[in-house]
């Protein structure tokens, strides 16, 4: 099944080429907003209205981009902006949890037999921003930085915590499997 | 494992999740929508969103809460209440008046000593040069005529002070002037000194580089200030945002002037701004880094590798100190090269060249802004002799 169409139109014939761009930027990387979206909701139905809604909100928002070179960045902050929405209203989110001094929060409450497969719950939904962004993504600091609308320092820090959170999630799991044997 | 191997299964994860096979059609349902251009309503809604998403936060300003620095020399000020319909304009408090005595605004942190008795002697001992020297010499009489020369005294004032309060909205941003002390016209050495009548060239030319320096400083708080403006009229009522602005003189000596800003925005995403002007006293020229070593000096390998080192002692005497360049996590995180070219600097009253990085930049944020004070040593082969 083909899963790319060709947006054949040439610069000029429409006279709106940022949203040519946007277009064919979408059908490159759908998949990738999707499987964004899937890791914030964890649920089919859900990732895929958010994948909708992010489409319909770039394409309306084409001329806001100001560097082809960033469409895929953008795209992916549309989704994470979308998503993050979808989470605060299922779940009241505590602002604390975007405060970069609140490094020390939450390193206790790591559970000692948690899954390292869902290993990224232990972070806040920002913290899993970034994460995801800069190891998934491959996203650089500075592109992060513009998609979650905050100061590239910020960035660093977050993801300096979030990276101790995920080690002393490893220790936790580790002294775990040394006391089951 | 160690988190790098966690977070490679974890990407294998993500790369590995399903694709529906519905997904494409209402990919391309939700392209044809917004070609179509109906509903309003989302819209509307669309545009909130995205003026949040897209409002400008990467400003100079990123800060954290600041200790409130209070003028001990009082500028009198007087507040004008602006006439205006909207009750979110500034109290803009207009000049100073009091001309006559030198104001330096001191930092409550006692850090820096004040500069006002260092400066008079190093002004008075750069004044007896000038009345020595030209009478020794034809030549050099010549030369100090068309050198200009930043004031034997240079005062700086609080020129404007915007203040801005609506609860939790609010500003405070003081912008300096420098001035010339015009006191010293009628020394003895009228003729050759710079700011004498006859010397017309060199006297415009002090000026025009003080006129200079004024502009830019006060582009620069003009640039908080529309930047504060900006947020506060997108957060509105609920906002939470306090922006600061001082300046202290951090170098007065007989070749540098040195004034630094200090911003500090306390809102959801805080961090603290440092903007230091350098001035070259006999140029009146704004210096960069570069111009504090010799011309094609890799100077920045050898401040990285001076601060590298520093910042490892720091790292042993205290394991709580952490940078993100002695980090094994994030040391590939961070370009200190870049850094370096971004950061300020100023000299100390040591006479040492002192890197000052921003808040959370080469550090986490509670590391707050960073000073490493670099040894003449260290330098001692690439260091412009002109300043250090």
């Known amino acids: 099944m083909s899963e790319v169409i060709e947006n054949s139109k040439t610069y000029g014939s ?46 309306k928002h084409a001329d806001s981009v100001k560097d082809i070179g960033k469409i895929k960045s953008f795209l992916l902050s549309v989704v994470v902006h979308k998503a993050l929405d979808v989470l605060r209203k299922n779940v009241k989110v505590d602002s604390l949890d975007d405060n970069p001094e609140a490094e020390n929060i ?76 | ?40 309503a989302i819209i509307g809604k669309e545009k909130h969103d995205m003026n949040k998403m897209f409002s400008n936060n990467n400003s100079p300003i990123n800060a954290r809460k600041s200790k409130s620095i209070s003028s001990d020399n009082a500028d009198k000020v007087i507040k004008m209440k602006k006439d205006s319909k909207n009750k979110n304009d500034a109290n803009v408090i207009v000049k100073d008046k009091d001309l006559d005595n030198l104001v330096t605004i001191k930092k409550n942190s006692g850090r820096r000593k004040s500069n006002k008795r260092y400066g008079w ?130 170098t007065d000596n007989d070749k540098l002037f040195a004034l630094r800003f200090d911003t500090t925005v306390t809102m959801a995403d805080s961090g603290q701004t440092v903007k230091i002007y350098d001035v070259d006293k006999q140029s009146g020229k704004i210096l960069a880094l570069s111009d504090m070593f010799q011309n094609g000096a ?19 005497k205290d394991e709580n100190n952490i940078y993100f360049a002695t980090d094994p996590d994030m040391s590939d995180e961070i370009n200190m090269d870049d850094e370096i070219s971004k950061a300020n600097f100023y000299v100390n009253k040591d006479g040492n060249l002192t890197i000052v990085f921003d808040k959370g930049t080469v550090a986490p944020m509670y590391m707050g802004v960073l000073e490493f004070t670099i040894g003449n040593d ?11």
């Open chain 1, 14 to 59: 429409s006279g709106n080429v940022p949203r040519d761009e946007v277009e064919k930027a979408i059908l490159a990387y759908y998949k990738d907003m999707y499987r964004l979206a899937y890791s914030y909701v964890r649920n089919i139905e859900e990732a895929e209205d958010i994948v909708q809604e992010s489409v319909y909100s770039a394409m």
């Open chain 1, 106 to 181: 939450g390193i206790s409450d790591v559970y000692e037999d948690i899954d390292l497969k869902n290993a990224l719950d232990v972070l806040s939904p920002t913290e899993k921003s970034v994460i995801m962004l800069r190891f998934f993504e491959d996203q650089p600091l500075k592109d992060i930085a513009a998609t979650l609308n905050k100061n590239e320092n910020t960035i660093k820090s977050i993801l300096y915590r979030s990276l101790t959170k995920l080690k002393k999630v490893l220790e936790n799991n580790e002294k775990e499997g040394r006391k089951n044997g």
């Open chain 2, 1 to 40: 494992m160690d988190e790098n191997e966690l977070l490679k299964s974890l990407k294998n994860d993500y790369d590995n999740i399903e694709i529906p096979d519905d997904l494409l059609s209402k990919v391309q349902d939700a392209i044809s929508e917004s070609k179509s251009g109906n509903a309003e």
């Open chain 2, 121 to 250: 002697l190093a002004v008075a001992a750069a004044l007896a040069l000038f009345i020595i020297l030209p009478n020794t010499s034809a030549t050099v009489a010549h030369a100090m005529e068309s050198v200009p020369v930043l004031g034997q005294i240079v005062k700086v004032i609080t020129i404007r002070e915007y203040k801005d309060d609506n609860g939790n909205v609010s500003a405070d941003i003081k912008t300096p002037e420098v001035q010339q002390d015009s006191s010293n016209k009628n020394t003895n050495t009228a003729d050759t000194m710079d700011n004498s009548q006859d010397s017309t060239g060199a006297s415009s030319n002090t000026d025009s580089s003080v006129s200079n320096l004024n502009t830019e400083l006060q582009k620069y708080t003009d640039e908080i200030i529309a930047q504060y403006e900006k947020d506060a009229k997108i957060q509105g009522s609920d906002g939470h945002e306090n922006v600061t602005t001082d300046y202290t003189v951090v």
């Open chain 2, 298 to 316: 890799d100077y920045t390998s050898v401040l990285k590798e001076e601060i590298l080192k520093q910042m490892k002692g720091n790292n042993k």
């Open chain 2, 378 to 388: 260290a330098i001692k082969d690439i260091k412009s002799t002109e300043y250090l």
